[in-house]
């Protein structure tokens, strides 16, 4: 079970945070949330697909590293095989908080096992300052923060001009065994290309367009993923 606590330098001065990859410290994940802010550096490793919350009605953005539950084919033994890590996976075991009056706060999952005994990465020096590591989580909490909120307009505007189309796709290995992402979506290029010129001026305003291009040319990478489950078949 998660343990949120705000991080306080009086509570945490010793804290230390292992920081290297592996499954063992919670990166076994097939997916994790992205915003359209990242899509950029995203769409360079990993496609982005959607997924609708039926319950709230919303979209959320996901930055895809498997095809099956529990499965990161960007983990190796050697580490996380990629230049760039989505925010919401990198900034573990750290999180943003709600205090009073709706102020941001930092808080830390005391539960991870990212929570280093005796070994890791310091989180406040020796006179109960952040340390660089810490100033640099901070920024990125910020940022996640910050974007995930704004991208609710990006969403918007997808489903305002009816771009966003149910993916249904199937894998077939190497070995011949199977398969099927359902449950996501994607850009409707078709849709896209159709669009007038007071849609595609209207979407460029908002800033919603470049996202738009980054998560389509982000499908190309779902090949690169098929290639690295086979070689981690054929291996296994």
């Known amino acids: 079970m998660p343990d949120h606590v705000i991080l306080t330098a009086e509570d945490h001065r010793d804290l230390r945070i292992r920081t290297e990859r592996a499954p063992a410290l ?22 982005i697909l959607f997924q609708l919350d039926q319950t709230r009605d919303s979209f959320t953005a ?16 050697a580490g996380w095989d990629a230049r760039y890590r989505p925010l919401a ?3 573990q075991p750290f999180l943003v908080g709600r ?46 923060d910050t ?11 997808l489903r305002r001009y009816e771009l966003l189309e149910p993916l249904t796709m199937d894998v077939t290995l190497d070995d011949g065994s199977k398969n099927r992402l359902v449950g996501y979506h994607v850009i409707d ?16 305003a908002a800033g919603h367009l470049m996202p738009i291009f980054m998560a389509l040319a982000s499908l190309g990478n779902i090949g690169d993923l098929i290639a690295r489950k086979n070689r981690r078949a054929n291996h296994g």
């Open 89 to 91: 996976i990198d900034s």
């Open 147 to 157: 974007d995930y909120v704004a991208s609710a307009d990006f969403f918007a505007a």
């Open 26 to 47: 919670g990166d076994a994940v097939m997916t994790c949330i992205t915003v359209p802010s990242e899509f950029r550096r995203v769409q360079t490793h990993y496609p």
């Open 62 to 77: 996901l930055a895809m590293f498997g095809f099956e539950p529990g499965e990161n084919l960007f983990l190796t033994d």
């Open 189 to 204: 290029e078709d849709r896209l290309v159709a669009l007038d010129d007071a849609a595609v001026a209207d979407l460029h």
């Open 99 to 144: 205090g009073a009056g709706d102020v941001r706060q930092v808080h830390i999952d005391m539960a991870s096992p990212r929570i280093g005994v005796g070994e890791g990465t310091r989180v406040f020096d020796d006179t109960g300052r952040p340390t660089p590591y810490l100033e640099r989580i901070a920024d990125q909490l910020r940022a996640l």
